[in-house]
Nanobody
């Protein structure tokens, strides 16, 4: 059973920063690729970032490269997303994801069990 609890969202002006956190109640967290997705109003959920087990590799969608940083603390079963230089187009509900699998078409969560997400709103 997977339980993910996201936090850290809020309202910030363009150019501001936020750090999202996700506490994961999953088996073998240390061995799971973790990540973040987001869903803006009227749009489909999209991949934002992923981090492999052991923090060996990190991955980002092009629109956030150089601005967002993903990290994990296996001792706390927690994954973070540091977001800098935020833009209005980053406004969305951000969701944590576990047990990610990388496919030829991108990252996917084969058996999703999404949490409530955390709202990020960037004002212009």
């Amino acid at each position: 059973q997977v339980q993910l609890v996201e936090s850290g969202g809020g309202l910030v002006p363009a150019g501001g920063s936020l750090t999202l956190s996700c506490v994961a109640s999953i088996r073998a967290f240390y061995n799971s690729a973790m990540g973040w997705f987001r869903q803006a109003p009227g749009k489909e959920r999209e991949f934002v970032s992923a981090i492999s087990w052991g923090s060996i590799n990190t991955y980002y969608t092009d629109s956030v490269k150089g601005r967002f940083t993903i990290s994990r603390d296996d001792a706390k079963n927690t994954v973070y997303l540091q977001m800098n230089s935020l833009k209005p187009e980053d406004t969305a509900v951000y969701y944590c994801a576990a047990h990610l699998v990388r496919t030829p078409t991108g990252w996917t969560w084969p058996s999703p069990n999404w949490g409530q997400g955390t709202q990020v709103t960037v004002s212009s």
